[in-house]
């Protein structure tokens, strides 16, 4: 059989034609099926909100602080250059510096307020980690992995809370009881809050607002209208750190 | 043209003594099996895999349980013969059968001229070596 050159034309155009066809209704199916599945498995995003007013309750505790470092082995150092935080306190002034005026300073400037890690809901820590070791997972939690993490600290200087620290030396020494089910951290590597992903794989809530007598720390999926993280979220006012940069902090203040 | 024996001996001589690592380790194979002397496990007869399989490629596994855990949330091993493990170094490989890592991990570590494991740079295993094995 002879085909001409127009005949040649026209069948590699039909050819073309179906292919396209095929790609564009495969394209489509594979769209409508990520849109049920995703409809089916409601997204979890995990939060926590901070009840300031119920935290002063007991002056100088520390319960929260102290049951997360004593489960997550995280070590005390003397020197404060090599300080290793997971959740912490700093002034009001300096956590909220634009929130208070001249008149509210006097009372509320140097009132405690604990910080940890946000959990971002854009966190500009993974974009920067050159080696995937920090990310965050579909339930909200930031995480990372110690075993990757190489250490070069792009995202101490990306994360515009001062979330994370770096082992500057090794941990152990510095951990006074080592609780064997949480690794240990290594030289070199950056650790902060995991919002006790460990412990939520099991089914529990983070340590911190277990320990809290004064229920000052309330934890929650964020995407679930009637949890009791949601409900206080309505019921009372609440502020994020920085809103303003667009990061999405998964952790509230209730001032 | 004359030289051709002498540098033939001299070759031979040159990859005898190069290999040297090679055939002594094929020569004094049982001996130094023999004197690696690693310690079983008292308790447990059954690894999370073959034996055969652990010696030749228990760090691609140990790599798929890091990788699955960490990254997928995966935390349960469904075993060969259907037992489920954690994958938990700390709890599974240390407390329940390996309880002295020096004589485990590190002596055939060595003996195989590889470096020691590094899983215990954070990995917990004070409270076994504590429990008195030594
Ligand atoms: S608070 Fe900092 S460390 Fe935590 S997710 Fe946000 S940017 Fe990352
Ligand atoms: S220090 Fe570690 S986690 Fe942070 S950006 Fe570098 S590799 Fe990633």
Redesign the interface.
């Known amino acids: 059989m002879k085909i001409t050159r127009k005949d040649f034309l026209r069948l590699s155009g039909l050819g073309l034609l179906a292919l396209a066809g095929r790609k564009a209704v495969r394209a489509l199916s594979g769209w409508s099926f990520a849109q049920t599945s995703a409809s089916a498995a409601k997204p979890i995003r995990w939060g926590m909100a901070f009840d300031l007013g119920k935290c002063r309750h007991k002056d100088g505790c520390n319960r929260c602080i102290q049951a997360c470092h004593s489960t997550h082995n995280v070590p005390q150092f003397a020197d404060r250059a090599h300080e290793i935080k997971w959740i912490w306190k700093e002034p009001f002034q300096n956590v909220f510096p634009a929130a208070q005026t001249d008149y509210t300073r006097d009372f509320y400037g140097s009132l405690p307020v604990l910080l940890a890690c946000n959990h971002c809901d854009d966190p500009p820590c993974q974009d920067v980690c050159p080696v995937d070791a920090t990310w965050r997972r579909d339930d909200g939690v930031v995480t990372i992995d110690f075993h990757r993490c190489i250490g070069c600290r792009y995202c101490m200087a990306a994360c515009p809370y001062g979330s994370r620290s770096f082992n500057w030396q090794d941990p152990r020494p510095a951990i006074a009881t080592v609780n064997p089910d949480f690794p240990t951290r290594t030289k070199g590597v950056v650790e902060k809050c995991n919002f006790c992903e460990e412990r939520l794989a099991k089914g529990q809530g983070p340590a911190c607002a277990e320990s809290c007598e004064e229920k000052a720390i309330v934890f929650g999926d964020l995407e679930q209208p009637d949890s009791e993280l949601r409900q206080l979220l309505r019921s009372r006012f609440a502020v994020q750190r920085k809103p303003e940069l667009g990061t999405g902090p998964s952790v509230y203040y209730i001032v | 043209m004359s030289d051709r024996p002498l540098i033939v001996a001299g070759l031979t001589l040159f990859v005898g003594l190069v290999s040297t690592p090679i055939w002594h380790g094929a020569l004094n194979r049982e001996a130094a099996m023999a004197a690696l002397h690693i310690k079983l496990p008292a308790r447990e007869k059954q690894c999370v895999a073959p034996a055969s399989y652990m010696r030749t490629s228990h760090m691609q596994l140990l790599e798929h349980w890091?990788n699955e855990a960490?990254?997928d949330?995966q935390?349960q091993f469904v075993a060969f013969n259907g037992k489920t493990y954690d994958k938990?170094p700390?709890?599974t490989c240390l407390?329940e059968c390996h309880t002295d890592r020096k004589e485990f991990c590190e002596r055939c570590h060595n003996y195989a001229g590889v470096s020691d494991p590094?899983c215990w740079?954070?990995?917990?295993d004070?409270?076994v070596a504590s429990e008195g094995n030594s």
């Open positions: 890091r960490v990254r949330g935390r938990d700390t709890r407390t590094n740079n954070c990995h917990n004070s409270h």
